[in-house]
């Protein structure tokens, strides 16, 4: 909780630079498609906008009332596009292209704090998920919900990913039974359940061939699926605290995971 964001080198493991600036703990942090950026999101209140390449404080992005939970960018052509989620409920869409300190605000979103946003590999679609037990798609551009799920007894959802054919997004539970739902992104139905962590889903990501889903859990293990039939392909062990995060390089042969063991791990 040193309020700062360190970046690594991916190859031999070792630590490139800190990134500084934050009053309080960060939540968050996302690159953008092109790698030029880096956003992180803090409890206090603020999303810094760095430059990914030298570590340079670019901008300061204010205006949420609680932490800023969740931060996604997406590269829709010449058009840098950061969406935003808060403990405030909100959702909020930056163009940092044009008049970067102004924002829109996604509404209605959800009813409570917003766990997780994640835009789709074309930046046609972003999903969310809050506490409030409900994923929404929302179409970029006209920024409208399209489709939604609330789960029926509304268990705090922490994680989504959507798959880069945009066919499917998952969800992650935060509580008992701690499944993984498959959801249908043309209407938010639900079609298969993914059952074998013991503790809350604190993040997920599709494999690029939309073959695999990874899960990272409190439970300490990272699973593998296989989307088509919702079985377990592998479990990860190696972290000795909850797993937070986790992502797929992007030709799908490693995966990224870091935890509340302070660790970060990568896996072949």
Avoid at 3 to 13: I, N, P, Q
Avoid at 203 to 215: G, R
Wanted: with cysteine.
């Amino acid at each position: 909780m040193d309020k700062t964001v360190k970046l690594w080198d991916a190859v031999t493991g070792s630590h490139l630079t800190t990134l500084e600036g934050h009053e309080d703990t960060v939540q968050c942090v996302a690159f953008s498609s092109d790698s030029k950026y880096i956003a992180s999101g803090s409890r206090d209140k603020t999303i810094i906008i760095w430059d990914a390449t030298i570590g340079q404080h670019l901008h300061t992005l204010t205006g949420r009332t609680d932490w800023v939970t969740a931060v996604n960018f997406s590269l829709d052509g010449d058009v840098t596009v950061l969406a935003s989620g808060s403990e405030d409920h909100s959702i909020r869409i930056w163009d940092l292209n044009n008049d970067i300190g102004s924002s829109r605000t996604l509404s209605p979103a959800h009813t409570s704090g917003v766990k997780s946003v994640r835009f789709s590999q074309s930046g046609s679609l972003l999903v969310s998920c809050g506490q409030d037990g409900a994923c929404k798609v929302w179409r970029s551009g006209a920024w409208t919900c399209i489709a939604q799920f609330t789960h029926p007894e509304h268990t705090a959802i922490l994680s989504v990913a959507i798959s880069p054919d945009e066919a499917i997004f998952a969800s992650g539970q935060g509580h008992i039974p701690n499944d993984i739902l498959l959801h249908s992104t043309a209407d938010g139905r639900c079609f298969r359940t993914l059952q074998g962590h013991t503790s809350r889903v604190w993040s997920l990501d599709f494999s690029p061939d939309c073959a695999t889903l990874a899960s990272g859990s409190a439970d300490r293990t990272i699973t593998l699926w296989d989307v088509a039939s919702g079985s377990t392909l592998r479990t990860l062990k190696g972290h000795s605290d909850e797993v937070y995060s986790l992502r797929y390089s992007p030709d799908g042969q490693r995966i990224a995971s870091c935890g509340a063991d302070h660790s970060i791990r990568i896996w072949d």
